[in-house]
Protein backbone atom coordinates (compact mmCIF):
# COMPACT_ATOMS: atom_id res chain seq x y z
CA UNK A 1 0.00 0.00 0.00
CA UNK A 2 3.02 2.37 0.55
CA UNK A 3 4.18 1.96 -2.65
CA UNK A 4 0.72 2.90 -4.26
CA UNK A 5 1.03 6.24 -2.08
CA UNK A 6 4.36 7.31 -3.03
CA UNK A 7 3.95 6.41 -6.93
CA UNK A 8 0.26 8.32 -6.88
CA UNK A 9 2.21 11.54 -5.22
CA UNK A 10 4.95 11.73 -7.40
CA UNK A 11 3.39 13.45 -10.64
CA UNK A 12 1.94 15.73 -8.06
CA UNK A 13 5.26 16.64 -6.81
CA UNK A 14 6.53 17.73 -10.25
CA UNK A 15 3.76 19.15 -11.09
CA UNK A 16 3.43 21.93 -8.77
CA UNK A 17 3.41 25.59 -10.30
CA UNK A 18 6.89 27.08 -9.49
CA UNK A 19 8.96 24.45 -8.96
CA UNK A 20 9.86 23.59 -12.58
CA UNK A 21 13.48 23.19 -13.69
CA UNK A 22 12.33 24.53 -17.52
CA UNK A 23 13.41 28.19 -18.34
CA UNK A 24 9.79 29.82 -18.86
CA UNK A 25 11.31 30.73 -21.90
CA UNK A 26 11.18 26.71 -23.31
CA UNK A 27 8.20 25.72 -22.15
CA UNK A 28 6.54 26.08 -25.09
CA UNK A 29 8.94 23.69 -26.86
CA UNK A 30 9.22 21.19 -24.23
CA UNK A 31 5.09 21.26 -24.77
CA UNK A 32 5.37 20.65 -28.51
CA UNK A 33 8.20 17.95 -28.04
CA UNK A 34 5.88 16.75 -25.69
CA UNK A 35 2.99 16.86 -28.23
CA UNK A 36 4.97 15.39 -30.64
CA UNK A 37 5.94 12.29 -29.62
CA UNK A 38 2.29 11.45 -27.86
CA UNK A 39 1.04 11.91 -31.29
CA UNK A 40 3.81 10.07 -33.20
CA UNK A 41 3.17 6.76 -30.59
CA UNK A 42 -0.32 6.80 -31.63
CA UNK A 43 0.96 6.73 -34.68
CA UNK A 44 3.76 4.84 -34.97
CA UNK A 45 2.15 2.09 -32.80
CA UNK A 46 -0.33 0.54 -34.14
CA UNK A 47 1.69 -0.10 -37.59
CA UNK A 48 4.40 -1.48 -35.16
CA UNK A 49 2.05 -3.60 -33.63
CA UNK A 50 -0.10 -4.95 -36.73
CA UNK A 51 4.13 -5.87 -38.07
CA UNK A 52 4.75 -7.65 -34.58
CA UNK A 53 1.53 -9.40 -34.37
CA UNK A 54 2.10 -10.78 -38.12
CA UNK A 55 5.66 -11.93 -36.96
CA UNK A 56 4.57 -13.88 -34.22
CA UNK A 57 1.78 -13.41 -32.14
CA UNK A 58 3.29 -14.85 -28.86
CA UNK A 59 5.96 -11.93 -29.00
CA UNK A 60 3.06 -9.43 -28.75
CA UNK A 61 2.48 -10.90 -24.88
CA UNK A 62 6.36 -11.54 -24.28
CA UNK A 63 7.26 -7.92 -25.29
CA UNK A 64 4.03 -6.28 -23.46
CA UNK A 65 5.59 -8.66 -20.55
CA UNK A 66 9.67 -7.49 -20.95
CA UNK A 67 7.91 -3.47 -20.59
CA UNK A 68 5.80 -4.34 -17.81
CA UNK A 69 8.73 -5.68 -15.34
CA UNK A 70 10.95 -2.64 -16.78
CA UNK A 71 8.79 -0.11 -15.73
CA UNK A 72 8.59 -2.04 -12.61
CA UNK A 73 12.57 -2.46 -11.52
CA UNK A 74 12.41 1.26 -12.73
CA UNK A 75 9.56 2.21 -10.29
CA UNK A 76 11.42 0.00 -7.54
CA UNK A 77 14.90 1.34 -8.26
CA UNK A 78 13.11 4.97 -7.95
CA UNK A 79 11.31 4.51 -4.77
CA UNK A 80 14.41 5.33 -2.97
CA UNK A 81 15.20 8.47 -4.34
CA UNK A 82 10.97 10.12 -3.62
CA UNK A 83 10.83 11.19 -0.01
CA UNK A 84 8.12 10.14 2.18
CA UNK A 85 7.03 14.02 3.58
CA UNK A 86 6.62 16.56 0.95
CA UNK A 87 9.26 19.16 0.89
CA UNK A 88 7.84 22.61 2.26
CA UNK A 89 8.97 25.48 -0.05
CA UNK A 90 11.05 28.24 0.92
CA UNK A 91 10.66 31.86 0.60
CA UNK A 92 7.80 34.06 1.83
CA UNK A 93 5.50 32.01 3.62
CA UNK A 94 1.06 32.36 2.71
CA UNK A 95 0.96 35.04 5.85
CA UNK A 96 3.13 37.31 4.51
Do not use: C, N
Request: glycine fraction near 16%; charge should be positive.
Amino acid sequence: MKQIHIIRRAPVRLATPGRTPTPPHLLGRYMSVLSLTVTGGFAIGPAIGGAVLAYSPDAVWWGGALVTGAIGAGFLLASGRIPDKPQTATGRSSGE
